[in-house]
């Protein structure tokens, strides 16, 4: 009866193990998610504020999710080549210029996204640096 016990501790200890290690996709999209925050805070917040709410007028707010699910691959465009174009985010019109970040790679530009499309009440799961450089070819 001992040996039963002992077993079962031992097979629950295991899968109690198992079951909180973390997913390679898991690790990635941490990664992502913590390398993206860093950039956001030294080159957007600034801009775009630190809960992604956005600047008056200037700079828009990254809260919503209807614009960038509708612009995810626009979205690579923006951050490496800036936007010169009126967007119109939550019904409202901004026209200001957004700077260009072309000394970013392309890890970064991707890190960025998905730190973007995954916070400020955004859930748009990950969006990996090879995707970048399609996005980038089909910039308009």
């Known amino acids: 009866m001992k040996k039963v016990i002992l077993y079962s501790l031992l097979f629950l200890a295991i899968a109690a193990i198992i079951n909180a ?27 775009h504020g630190k809960n992604g709410e956005g600047l008056g007028e200037l700079a828009p707010p990254l809260t919503d999710t209807v614009f960038l699910k509708a612009n995810k691959q626009q979205l690579a465009c923006y951050i490496k080549n800036g936007a010169n174009q009126p967007m119109l985010i939550n019904g409202k019109t901004y026209q200001e210029k957004m700077p260009a970040f072309k000394d970013l790679h392309d890890i970064d530009v991707a890190q960025v996204i998905v730190y973007i499309t995954n916070s400020f009440g955004n859930k748009q799961g990950m969006y990996k640096y090879e995707k970048v450089a399609i996005d980038l070819n089909n910039c308009q």
Do not use: F, H, P
């Open 21 to 47: 290690c973390q997913s390679a996709d898991e690790i990635e999209m941490a990664k992502y998610l913590s390398n993206g925050k860093d950039i956001y805070e030294s080159r957007c917040q600034n801009c």
